[in-house]
Structures are given as structure tokens and as C-alpha cells.
């Protein structure tokens, strides 16, 4: 994902890495070891949602605040894959089998 400010959140492998727009990483989250495969990972309004699949095939969707706090961690194993989506305090999960959606609120909203 790349915001407008220049910051690039990436999954990789076994960590969720920010970097700014000058190459300082800003966050490096450990995350489960994924494998190669579907992944996707969506920010906005100060927070993140990961999706993807872990080594033993079983996948994974993670919230996150940007500084790193995690919000919510779910697995997922009666889907082979997840794709996020995450606007408007919603987080939309597609599976191979179903939809999964989660509003996400902030205190004082």
C-alpha cells in the first residue's frame, strides 16, 4: 500500500514493514511466516488490515494501528484465501467461500 504522504506498508514473509518517504522504516511488525500466494494489505484513517495465508495454508486477517498496535487478528481456516478491503471504518474480507465484514470504531466516534 502506498498513501498519499509517501508512506509504503508491505508484507514480507514474516513482517509488516512502513517505510517513509525518505526509506526510514517506521514500523517492523512481526507477523506469522506467510507463504507465497495471495496477499493484500489496505490503510486509511490511521489504521491498516492485512490479509494472507500462513505456511501451513491457513489464512490470516490482522488490523493494525500504524504505530504497530494490533487491533484484531483472526484466522481464517475454512478459506484457502482472503482479500481486504478497508474503507469507511469497514473492513470488507472476501474469502474463496465467504464475506466477512467488520466495522471498526474509535473511541469518541
Given at each position: 500500500h502506498l498513501d498519499d504522504d509517501?508512506?509504503?506498508?508491505?508484507?514480507?514473509?514474516?513482517?509488516?514493514?512502513?517505510?517513509?518517504?525518505?526509506?526510514?522504516?517506521?514500523?517492523?511488525?512481526?507477523?506469522?511466516?506467510?507463504?507465497?500466494?495471495?496477499?493484500?494489505i489496505r490503510c486509511g484513517g490511521g489504521v491498516c488490515a492485512a490479509s494472507f495465508v500462513m505456511e501451513n495454508g491457513t489464512p490470516m486477517a490482522l488490523i493494525f494501528r500504524e504505530d504497530g498496535a494490533v487491533l484484531f487478528s483472526k484466522r481464517f481456516p475454512s478459506e484457502s484465501f482472503l482479500d481486504a478491503s478497508l474503507d469507511g471504518g469497514l473492513l470488507l474480507l472476501r474469502g474463496s467461500d465467504h464475506l466477512f465484514c467488520y466495522g471498526i470504531r474509535r473511541p469518541g466516534d
Open positions: 509517501g508512506f509504503c506498508t508491505v508484507l514480507d514473509g514474516n513482517r509488516v514493514i512502513r517505510v517513509s518517504s525518505s526509506g526510514r522504516i517506521k514500523l517492523n511488525l512481526a507477523i506469522p511466516a506467510t507463504r507465497p500466494g495471495h496477499s493484500s
